[in-house]
């Protein structure tokens, strides 16, 4: 799948003290959204391998454009050369689906967020999404939902965190997040044509209770 997104994310994030739920979890330091809520905005693009290549495969990168209470961006212009915060998800294609005009795909795989003070993101170098230190680490389902007509595509990715890990900010030392918490992505983009990429995206993310 080619895709070329534009997709807005948001994961409402909650900035507390050194809590008890955080001491409890022993964690120094305070907590974002220790009570199970995360707010986040996030843009990016997908390589997908070409067709008949098996096991499709599927590699989704860029950085976050907001983190409530956090400072997102080294500097102007605000774009993925001077983000502090990026992300990888690395996933597999175990169906598709075909309904009219529409292609339906599921993938599992996994979402990871990064720390980068490096701020040294390129979407020429992929790899350059990856090469921060992991502080959030998810098992995530994803549905996407493809124009065959048009190019345009949504998608779906339900997350659920097996590992977080504390990262500084300024003079705190926060954690994003808990293990077993769920939370939720939407995307919206469209395919591009001729890859690399496959497509552009940015989107939102929420918590679910």
């Known amino acids: 799948m080619r895709k070329v997104?534009?997709?807005?994310?948001?994961?409402l994030v909650a900035l507390t003290g050194a809590t008890v739920g955080a001491l409890a979890r022993g964690i120094k330091g305070e907590a974002i959204a220790p009570g199970g809520d995360l707010s986040l905005e996030l843009v990016?693009?997908?390589?997908?391998?070409?067709?008949?290549v098996t096991p499709a495969t599927s590699s989704q990168y860029g950085y976050l454009s907001y983190l409530r209470g956090l400072q997102v961006f080294e500097a102007e212009p605000e774009n993925?050369?001077?983000?502090?915060?990026?992300?990888?998800?690395?996933?597999?294609?175990?169906?598709?689906?075909s309904d009219g005009p529409l292609r339906v795909l599921t993938r599992v795989g996994?979402?990871?967020?990064?720390?980068?003070?490096?701020?040294?993101?390129s979407f020429d170098k992929p790899d350059t999404?990856?090469?921060?230190?992991?502080?959030?680490?998810?098992?995530?389902?994803q549905q996407v939902v493809i124009d065959t007509v048009?190019?345009?595509?949504?998608?779906?990715?339900?997350n659920q965190i097996t590992s977080t890990t504390g990262f500084r900010s300024g003079s705190r030392e926060l954690h994003l997040g808990r293990v077993g918490q769920k939370f939720e992505t939407v995307l919206s983009g469209h395919q591009n044509m001729p890859p690399p990429p496959s497509g552009y995206f940015a989107g939102y993310t929420f918590g679910r209770t």
């Open 129 to 141: 999404f990856r090469d921060g230190a992991p502080i959030l680490v998810a098992g995530l389902r």
């Open 110 to 121: 996994k979402l990871t967020i990064y720390h980068d003070p490096s701020a040294n993101g």
């Open 5 to 11: 997104a534009v997709v807005a994310a948001t994961m």
């Open 150 to 158: 048009t190019g345009a595509f949504t998608t779906h990715n339900l």
């Open 44 to 52: 990016g693009q997908v390589t997908n391998t070409p067709l008949g």
């Open 80 to 97: 993925e050369t001077d983000a502090l915060f990026t992300f990888y998800v690395q996933a597999t294609t175990t169906r598709v689906l």
